[in-house]
């Protein structure tokens, strides 16, 4: 999606100011799913979805190290091997989606340190909506804890693997997770958590008080977080790339 910018003049210097964007938001079963960024983009946010059967849908966020200029290339490669990888791995009727979603992860892990000729550190959370169960596997290399609530509270989705890009064997485990009728996931980028005021993050602590606010739509929820980071920094953020991807049920 092509980025809008606001700009404002001061004499004959243009700033460019972020805007909040919303990635084109697909159609599912009983719940929707979102991504809201900062146009500002400059590092290495890939986030994408995918359907991969009548019931499963993949989605994924990751952090490839580095300027978008330069990986550019790592960014390419990551997201054409997650789309050719969700209906191979997940189109079958009957399947084991642990096994699938680590299978997911060993094939990222390789093309992203063939892409860049070695190293590259990508954080990743990806992970595969269930609509007939209203499920998600997912596995955690390496990223930002996803945040899942419903009616009996709010819980952190830690880390399951190191980042991918470190090491040619780079073993992962993957999780399942309920989401129940009114529940909802969150999963932010590195520049979320990572967003300053006063010598102070706005942290994980920040996106939970915007998600124990209640129910929403996953655009909504996706808004409210960039939005309240604008407002915890009195600013647009410029810092780093400040993604949130959402997934909401019966909002």
Sequence with gaps: MKALLSKLRFGSKVEE???????????LQGADIAVAYFSSRAGGDFNDFRR???????FGLLDVAGKREANGGVLEAAKAC?????????????????????ELSRRLNLEIMRA???????????????????????VNAGHTPGLLRD?????ELPATGLPLGLFSL????????????????????????????????????GVKSVMQAGPSSAKDLSQNILQR???????????????????????
């Design 229 to 251: 980071v604008q407002d915890f920094m009195h600013t647009a953020p410029k810092h780093n790339d400040v993604t949130a991807l959402t997934l909401t049920r019966g909002n």
């Design 17 to 27: 100011v972020p805007e909040i964007v919303h990635a084109e938001s697909p159609t």
């Design 82 to 102: 997650f789309r050719s990888s969700a209906e191979q791995l997940f189109g079958a009727a009957e399947l084991n989606e642990s096994e699938a979603m680590v």
């Design 151 to 155: 009616d009996s509270g709010l819980v």
């Design 116 to 138: 860049a000729g070695g190293v590259r550190s990508c954080p990743a959370f990806a992970g595969c909506y269930n609509e007939e169960l209203g499920t998600v596997c997912y």
């Design 170 to 205: 780079a073993p992962t485990d993957a999780r399942i997770v309920g989401l129940g009728p009114k529940g909802s996931l969150a999963v932010v980028s590195r520049g979320v958590v990572e967003a300053e005021s006063k010598h102070a993050e706005f942290g994980l602590d």
């Design 52 to 58: 991969a059967s009548p019931t499963r849908f993949l």
